[in-house]
DNA sequence: GGGCAGGTGTAAT
DNA sequence: ATTACACCTGCC
């Protein structure tokens, strides 16, 4: 089945960007299998848009279309896209960029991920991630875990987390679980809160600062004017807007806020998909 | 094997 | 107020 509305959403670049961890493409590279909710997924990419393959018939469609960003209220990639091509320097980010949709995924789940993505990769945060599934998480059909509930991450032994790659992380991991796990840090009400005060909320959260805190915000939590800064973005926006000079943090959050206002988080992913394709690291010193 | 990349916390100025 | 460094893992 075709699922409505995702004309000009671009699977692989959406799922390649860097917000979700645990897709896997099939080798024929057109078809990704991850999970949704309690649901094993499969979707396929498409020249109309996306197609679901599985689960077929049900209802099903109703909420991977809400975790694909796709439903109206929650802010459509097409027209985040319309509106972000009337910056003259987005006519040469848009080509490389255009279908990222930003994805509606589990706060938990979200604020876990990046937790361990700090001072991380991405193939490494998606081994850690993989491993606690396995090893703390419910088994679903096919060899598929859900992510571990917050009750099972507080509960698991020092041991346990260390087996799953997350280093100096660990502590930060199990934290932050019992305060969920214990309803001091409620994720539905920050996602109903303003967006500041929801990122003040996670700051006081140990493991996060202020990269991740905007993740959490713009991936878990449906605030779309965050603006995760990393050394990727401050890149690109150094290189497009700055003539590649050097800026500080804030200048350059502040400058995303004024330019970009509730786009903020489209422009963020587009800039992050551009810096990873097109944009090399600073050349060493000559030896 | 040593060097490096990647955010945050902490201790230093 | 800003700045320097340690933290853990995996890849080169």
Same mark, same amino acid.
């Given at each position: 089945?075709? +699922?409505?509305?995702?004309? $000009?959403?671009? !699977?692989?670049?959406?799922?390649?960007?860097?917000?979700?961890?645990?897709?896997? @493409?099939?080798?024929?590279?057109?078809?990704? *299998?991850?999970?949704?909710?309690?649901?094993?997924?499969? +979707? *396929?990419?498409?020249? /109309? $848009?996306?197609?679901? +393959? &599985?689960?077929?018939?049900?209802?099903?469609?109703?909420?991977? /279309?809400?975790?694909? $960003?796709?439903?109206?209220?929650?802010?459509?990639?097409?027209?985040?896209?319309?509106?972000? *091509?009337?910056d003259p320097v987005f006519s040469r980010v848009l080509p490389h960029t255009a279908g990222i949709s930003i994805l509606a995924q589990d706060? @938990?789940?979200? +604020?876990? &991920?990046?937790?361990? &993505?700090?001072?991380?990769?991405?193939?490494?945060?998606?081994? &850690?991630?993989?491993? !606690?599934?396995? *090893?703390?998480?419910e088994p679903l059909a096919g060899g598929v875990f859900v992510f571990p509930r917050p009750e099972r991450l507080a509960a698991a032994r020092m041991h346990t987390l260390r087996t799953c790659s997350l280093g100096y992380r660990a502590p930060y991991v199990r934290a932050a679980a019992r305060l969920v796990a214990g309803g001091r840090l409620d994720l539905a009400a920050l996602a109903r809160m303003e967006c500041h005060a929801a990122r003040e909320a996670l700051l006081h959260v140990p493991g996060i600062g202020e990269k991740v805190a905007d993740c959490v915000l713009l991936f878990g939590l449906g605030h779309h004017t965050a603006f995760p800064?990393?050394?990727?973005?401050?890149?690109?926006?150094?290189? !497009?807007?700055?003539?590649?000079?050097?800026?500080?943090?804030r200048d350059i959050q502040a400058f995303?806020?004024?330019?970009?206002?509730?786009?903020?988080?489209?422009a963020q992913q587009h800039l992050f998909a551009y810096a990873r394709a097109r944009l090399r690291p600073p050349a060493l010193p000559p030896a």
């Open positions: 089945m075709l +699922l409505p509305d995702t004309a $000009g959403v671009d !699977l692989v670049r959406t799922l390649d960007s860097g917000q979700a961890f645990r897709w896997r @493409w099939e080798p024929a590279g057109d078809v990704a *299998a991850g999970v949704i909710g309690r649901r094993v997924v499969r +979707l *396929a990419v498409d020249t /109309r $848009g996306i197609r679901l +393959l &599985s689960p077929a018939g049900g209802g099903a469609g109703e909420p991977i /279309r809400r975790y694909l $960003g796709v439903v109206p209220r929650g802010g459509h990639p097409r027209r985040a896209e319309a509106a972000l *091509a009337n706060p @938990w789940e979200i +604020l876990i &991920s990046f937790i361990v &993505s700090q001072n991380n990769n991405i193939p490494k945060i998606t081994r &850690s991630i993989e491993r !606690l599934a396995r *090893a703390l998480g800064v990393d050394v990727c973005v401050r890149r690109a926006v150094e290189h !497009l807007y700055f003539r590649g000079r050097p800026r500080r943090l995303a806020r004024e330019r970009f206002g509730p786009l903020a988080g489209y």
